[in-house]
């Protein structure tokens, strides 16, 4: 199914604002975020890939950012979504400032497998979420494909001393995970392995399905190149799924939180990770999709001419940024 609209693009271009909005705290090595905000006829929409990915992988994104923008978004079946905090690779004694920031969140992701550091890192990190949350919060973690299989039984092994609601991409390949969900299982530990990076950069988004590698997914809007492939996808794969998003402004996960909220009931296996505009030093809205008692209501933010200016990129910065978009629109067709 692909009703996604065909946008010329110059009207791409002439919509577009490019903005560099510094983070809190480094998140994936980064300190600043830049997005693009597209001023479209269903509302604000966001093409915002890492800067290290080529434009095959781009052009997902951008299709998404057509999708939403000028194509829309589902009816939502729900009125707001539980969010998950989400704790970057920072010292134990940072644990409680970040949590602070998601108000009400009963379930937390934490980041582990941090180039540099090592399991005690992991361990400290991990046991002061599951103190300062309670032994009734949910606690997760994602290694972002950073360890071997050895390197992943031995660590979840440890982890699961603190309860683990499910670990997120503990290794690269497909088989991999497999290995360490069974092996986690034989040493009777068994902890849930979600699959983020084997659906959002994979040839084959349901490869990881269908070899029973995963016990859930992750799923993104934008690198799923938008709402209506993200369902596909899931309907196809048949497996429970987390929405999360990419550091987005609160424009992508508009995005997200409409893909959630679409979900079909009994699909959706807890929290989002749709809270993350909390990791930011501001936003392109005057009234930011932030949690409020763990969940964000599903709307769509409108841009703030002032916030567009405050963040505005370098003219250097919005050329790259408009090349981009061009060469990933011709690569859409
Ligand atoms: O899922 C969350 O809690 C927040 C989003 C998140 O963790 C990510 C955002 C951006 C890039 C990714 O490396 C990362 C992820 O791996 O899920
Ligand atoms: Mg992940």
């Known amino acids: 199914m692909d009703q996604t609209p065909h946008v010329p693009v110059d009207e791409l271009l002439a919509s577009a604002r490019v903005v560099a909005i510094p983070t809190r705290t480094r998140f994936r090595g980064i300190s600043v975020r830049e997005a693009v905000l597209f ?15 080529g434009d095959a992988e781009a052009a997902h994104w951008l299709r998404a950012a057509v999708d939403f923008g000028w194509g829309g978004s589902p009816a939502p079946l729900r009125e707001s979504i539980d969010v998950n905090a989400t704790v970057p690779a920072v010292s134990a004694a940072e644990v409680p400032g970040i949590l602070a920031r998601f108000p009400g969140c009963r ?49 979840l092994t440890a982890l699961a001393a603190f309860d683990l609601d499910y670990a997120e991409q503990p290794c690269i390949t497909v088989p991999e ?63 429970p799924v987390i929405v999360s998003s990419a550091l987005d402004t609160s424009v992508g996960i ?28 501001g936003d392109v809205t005057a009234a930011p999709l932030l949690p409020v008692d763990g969940a964000i209501a599903v709307r769509r933010p409108t841009l703030d001419a002032l916030a567009l200016d405050r963040f505005r990129a370098t003219t250097e910065r919005e050329r790259w940024w408009r090349d981009r978009i061009a060469r990933c629109a011709e690569l859409l067709g």
């Open 39 to 53: 001023d479209a006829p269903m509302g604000a929409s966001e093409f915002s890939p890492f800067v290290e990915y």
């Open 107 to 155: 379930t937390a992701k934490v980041k582990v497998a941090e180039r540099g550091q090592a399991l005690v890192d992991d361990v400290a990190r991990v046991r002061a979420v599951r103190e300062a949350m309670g032994s009734d919060a949910r606690v997760r973690v994602d290694a972002n494909t950073g360890w071997s299989i050895d390197e992943a039984v031995a660590a």
């Open 177 to 239: 995970l497999a290995e360490v969900r069974r092996r986690l299982a034989a040493n009777g530990t068994p902890v849930r392995i979600a699959a983020d990076e084997s659906v959002r950069k994979a040839e084959d988004p349901l490869a990881v399905a269908r070899a029973g590698a995963a016990d859930l997914l992750i799923v993104k809007a934008q690198p799923l190149g938008g709402i209506g492939r993200a369902l596909d996808i899931v309907t196809e794969a048949g497996l």
């Open 254 to 281: 508009s995005m997200g939180l409409h893909l959630a909220a679409a979900l079909p009931d009994g699909m959706l296996a807890g929290a989002c990770g749709l809270g993350t505009v909390a990791l930011l030093d």
